[in-house]
């Protein structure tokens, strides 16, 4: 017994002595650390941001043993290793210091035989969600059906608890900071609808539709025959029975297919693509906007909103949290190679607007929703899933905030003859609607 609480004792010291190393530059150290002996760290100021709840002997080794991504780090948290008590959004700076800080050589050194005299990491808990496991040619369709699937197919039901009464997955747009959730998608519909200039009777193809939102929302103000396309069977099939409610499948449905497996002779008048680019691929970029091109009919528009990387900042080169619990094989392309692939396939780019800080605040609204109904989404999925969506939305707005993601509506056009329909001003998309 007296040697067991020795070990203890010298694992306590020894994750003290790491946590010191590691936290030598946070000055002042604005959070507190307890370990699971009841051991405390306090912090430096007189009310810490949150406390570091340290939930095993094992943790920090579980927490940091790869120091070159996050991704360690995510499934330490997901897993129950480690929690913290307070405000998550304080943890991100603190990570991203870390995370940047150049370790020379000697320090990585003694960080890791720190480590490796910390306890062995626990087993991964079984029958809970797991990293994403997809196989076969990457952004092949099959195994974009893979990704897709891993991420949407969660539940209906989970998504519902904290999402709009719409179910857009996607960012807002706020003419108001302190604008509800409700509005500020609506808004956004709207503001989508007017920019592609929709009229009665268009035919309108809405790529990766989702629970089907923009189409409803454009056939029900703007009179258009809407297609819209996914990857995800649970959502075809509750977007379809929200059109059956809504009394108009004779103007709407929604289809489980690839972008690249739609053919129509006919073509569509407008497309729209709102949060389905990340899935694409930089590689698969030209055959994305060919495929938009060859089905979009000349003189018409084509808005295409997705989630940017930022040019200057350098892509990881190592499995990240989000590509393996999250979207995986997601990529996020910066705009200007965006643009350049468009404008290769022949389209016209008549209008670029970042709504950067839009999606900051409807990510903090999602996770104050998805918080409030925790118990709710216990019901529904395990742990790990609610842990896992709580991490990578509180993280992705603290990036938007930070400037280090962006978001982009842009308007392409395929011009007739020189003759394009947008407009030669913005005026119209915002009148009466200030």
């Known amino acids: 017994m007296i040697k067991t609480k020795e070990r203890t004792d010298q694992t306590a010291a020894r994750s003290m002595a790491f946590l010191r190393a590691l936290m030598a530059d946070e000055k002042p150290r604005e959070f507190a650390v307890r370990l699971w002996d009841g051991t405390e760290w306090p912090a430096e100021i007189e009310s810490p941001h949150f406390t570091l709840v340290l939930n095993h002997p094992g943790a920090l080794r579980r927490m940091f043993h790869n120091m070159d991504s ?7 948290y997901v897993y129950d290793d480690f929690n913290i008590e307070g405000d998550l959004n304080a943890v991100f700076p603190v990570t991203e210091r870390i995370m940047a800080r150049d370790w020379s050589l000697g320090s990585r050194l003694r960080l890791a035989w720190d480590l490796l005299h ?3 990491q626990r087993p991964q808990p079984n029958g809970q969600r797991q990293a994403a496991q997809v196989d076969g040619e990457p952004h092949s369709i099959g195994r974009d059906h893979q990704a897709v699937t891993y991420h949407y197919d969660v539940s209906n039901d989970f998504y519902a608890l904290w999402l709009d009464r719409r179910m857009v997955y996607s960012c807002a747009y706020f003419r108001q900071p302190d604008q509800d959730l409700d ?3 609506e808004q956004k519909l709207d503001l989508i609808c007017r920019k592609l200039q ?19 929302y454009a056939a029900q103000h703007y009179g258009v025959q809407a297609l819209g396309i996914t990857l995800s069977r649970p959502q075809a099939d509750l977007a379809n029975q929200r ?3 809504a009394g108009l499948a004779d103007r709407c449905r929604v289809e489980v297919r ?5 053919d129509d002779e006919e073509g569509f008048d407008k497309l729209v693509s709102v949060g389905m680019f990340e899935h694409v691929g930089e590689d698969l970029l030209p055959t994305y906007f060919q495929q938009a091109w060859r089905l979009l009919k000349p003189g018409g528009l084509f808005l295409n909103h997705g989630i940017a990387g930022v040019a200057s900042r350098p892509r990881s080169r190592h499995p990240t949290f989000v590509n393996r619990y999250v979207f995986p094989d997601g990529e996020l392309v910066p705009i200007n190679v965006t643009l350049n692939a468009a404008e290769n396939a022949g389209f016209e780019v008549r209008d670029v607007e970042s709504l950067r800080e839009h999606y900051a605040l409807t990510l903090h609204h999602w996770v104050q929703r998805l918080d409030e109904r925790r118990e709710d989404a216990l019901r529904i999925v395990d742990e790990p899933t609610y842990r896992i969506w709580r991490l990578y939305m509180a993280g992705s707005a603290y990036g938007f905030k930070q400037a280090n993601l962006n978001v982009y509506q842009t308007l392409l ?3 007739d003859g020189g003759v394009s329909q947008a407009p030669w001003t913005r005026e119209a998309w915002y009148e009466n609607n200030a």
């Open 70 to 76: 996050d991704l360690s780090l995510g499934e330490a």
């Open 118 to 120: 910390l306890p062995r």
């Open 183 to 185: 509005t500020a998608q």
């Open 198 to 216: 929709l009229q009665p009777g268009e035919r309108l193809l809405d790529i990766g539709c989702g629970w089907g939102g923009m189409l409803l």
């Open 243 to 245: 059109i059956r409610e």
């Open 258 to 262: 690839d972008y690249r497996q739609i």
């Open 413 to 415: 056009a395929k011009p």
